[in-house]
């Protein structure tokens, strides 16, 4: 891959990915390809990917290596900041866990934005504080809010989808071109199945074929399953995974049942530098969990960012041309 006709201080926008199958989906997004820095300072570990989408030139960065968690996220995060000076914002995009109980309706495919609630910023670090006597954690984060340009276009794009009156929503076309791979998994192969938090999954099965069917959630059916519904909310962010039904309801209890999510990266970012997480849930953060919708839940997320960014205007002029 050649050198980008364009220098680091081109690109104002940043595009993180943690896994490798996110990163690939993120390539995909792009209407343009620019290829590879001109050059990077030498302290700079990072393996950039440059590109245009719209009218936005991105940089592009994975963690590497397998590593995983809110640290290496820090890494990349900061790296990208000092090479490209002209960041105005980031995007964090890819898979996390669904944490789903009473009012919010989540489900595999589905679409996590980070949005601020009442006295939280979007995003929390669920193992970050101080225990206390009692057993209480006593909470000593606190995270930047994304940046107003962006919950701008993030209200702006909620409108456009579900006004009643002609609703505009990019989403299904873009994930049509994907093809196949990234279309919902068949029903047949990898159901979407929510489990009551109090049954566990049996550790030697490979799928849930032996799990008691009685301990399902019931859950109305979909009226439109080919569009991924998305949610604004709080993020929880650390540096476990969490694979266990009652313990995700602990730690979103601890939170005032606020949680929409998790992740282990966005912690690591969102004091960086202004950024914006969008997370497709491709597991219910239990013992159930496996990796047959990961694929699906990777394109949504991305797609969404693609849309999002259609809506916010570039700040400089630049040379690629507008579309
Ligand atoms: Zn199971």
Redesign the pocket.
């Known amino acids: 891959m050649q050198a980008s006709p364009y220098s680091n201080d081109e690109y104002t926008i940043g595009w993180i990915s943690a896994l490798n199958e996110e990163f690939i989906i993120a390539m995909a997004m792009l209407d343009e390809e620019h290829g590879r820095p001109q050059s990077t300072p030498r302290d700079d570990t990072n393996a950039y990917h440059l590109g245009r989408i719209g009218a936005h030139n991105i940089t592009m960065a994975c963690l590497s290596g397998g590593k995983m968690g809110t640290g290496p996220a820090a890494i990349v995060a900061e790296n990208m900041r000092r090479t490209f000076k002209n960041i105005r914002f980031a995007l964090l995009v890819g898979i996390g866990g669904g944490v789903p109980n009473g009012k919010k309706d989540i489900r595999l495919g589905d679409i996590v934005v980070s949005y601020p609630n009442g006295t939280y910023t979007g995003v929390v670090q669920y193992d970050y504080g101080k225990l206390n006597g009692n057993g209480d954690i006593e909470r000593k984060d606190w995270f930047c809010a994304p940046p107003p340009k962006v919950l701008a276009a993030v209200d702006l794009l909620r409108a456009y989808h579900t006004r009643p009156k002609n609703p505009r929503n990019n989403m299904p076309g873009i994930l049509d071109e994907l093809g196949e791979l990234y279309a919902y998994p068949e029903e047949h192969l990898a159901p979407d ?1 929510l ?1 009551r938090a109090d ?4 550790p030697g ?1 490979e ?2 074929g ?2 008691d069917k009685g301990a399902l959630v019931q859950r109305k059916a979909r009226n439109s399953a080919s569009s991924p519904h998305v949610h604004y909310g709080i993020i929880a962010s650390g540096s476990m995974v969490v694979r266990n039904g009652t313990e995700r309801d602990k730690i979103d209890q601890r939170y005032a049942n606020k949680i929409f999510c998790f992740d282990m990266e966005a912690a690591g970012l969102v004091n960086n530098f202004p950024c914006l997480i969008i997370r497709g849930i491709s597991d219910y953060s239990d ?2 969990k ?1 990796d047959e919708w990961q694929k699906r839940a990777t394109a949504v997320a991305s797609v969404y960012a693609k849309e999002l960014l259609s809506l916010i205007e570039p700040e400089i002029p630049h040379h690629s041309k507008l579309i």
């Open positions: 199945l489990f049954h566990d999954h049996n099965a799928t849930c032996s799990c013992s159930h496996n």
